[in-house]
């Protein structure tokens, strides 16, 4: 092949080889409210970020329930936690600082744990009332409703019933004397003894029922009936 007829064929290569121009765009016209829009914008966002981030970095250590705590029962130190979190002004919870004034208080409310402690759920009256007495009720497990469960807790209505003993006739049931029933009202319920599993009730009497009541538990003869909820005074 000659030379002429290579530098032929080159030229179409060369051609191929040339940069395209890229296609003219003429001036983009600017829109000044798209442009506000974006300033205000990103300017919003940063307050936002920065409010919120003052607002979780506002952390109040507070006291939680870290134990079931019945009502009427004494709060322990052990009954009590803490946490750091950032509360709404509505919630109410007790100050870590004020520790030292709710151990010892009892609880006007149930308690739940996981949850946080507020002023009003403890409370440092008791719940004998003018006009009562307090007895305890020494009780074996069978002298127990084996279903009262949690019901059987501080604030429960109960009746306590006087039974026959192995040398004593039974008394009818109602009538008056010995053998009517004693309404009371649990204040406080004792863990099981261990071995025994006997269990003692502190409960509110009428102070005219109290001596007859501590008659009954002397004898070993005394059993208790629990009211279902919302009966009784």
């Excluded at 409310?109 to 305890?136: D, F, I, N, R, Y």
Aim: hydrophobic fraction near 40%.
């Amino acid at each position: 092949m000659s030379k002429n007829a290579a530098s032929h064929e080159d030229v179409p290569s060369l051609e191929r080889a040339r940069p395209v121009a890229p296609p003219r765009v003429g001036p983009r016209r600017r829109r000044p409210g798209v442009i506000a829009l974006g300033v205000v914008l990103v300017a919003g966002g940063g307050v936002g970020g920065s409010m919120l981030y003052l607002h979780n970095g506002q952390r109040t250590p507070v006291l939680t329930v870290v134990r079931e705590v019945p009502v009427g029962a004494t709060v322990t130190d052990a009954d009590l936690g803490e946490a750091s979190v950032a509360l709404d002004p509505a919630v109410k919870a007790v100050p870590s600082r004020d520790r030292g004034s709710v151990v010892g208080k009892r609880a006007a409310v149930a308690l739940t744990p996981g949850s946080l402690l507020s002023a009003s759920q403890v409370t440092t009256t008791t719940l004998l009332k003018p006009g009562e007495q307090l007895v305890p009720v020494g009780l074996k497990p069978e002298q127990v409703p084996a279903s009262s469960g949690s019901s059987l807790s501080p604030g429960a209505r109960v009746q306590i019933v006087r039974v026959a003993g192995e040398n004593q006739p039974a008394k009818a049931p109602g009538a008056p004397g010995e053998g009517q029933p004693i309404s009371a009202r649990v204040v406080q319920v004792g863990s099981p003894a261990p071995g025994t599993g006997a269990v003692v009730l502190d409960v509110a009497v009428a102070s005219a029922d109290g001596p007859r009541l501590a008659a009954w538990v002397s004898t070993g003869n005394a059993r208790v009936l629990v009211d279902a909820p919302g009966d009784g005074a």
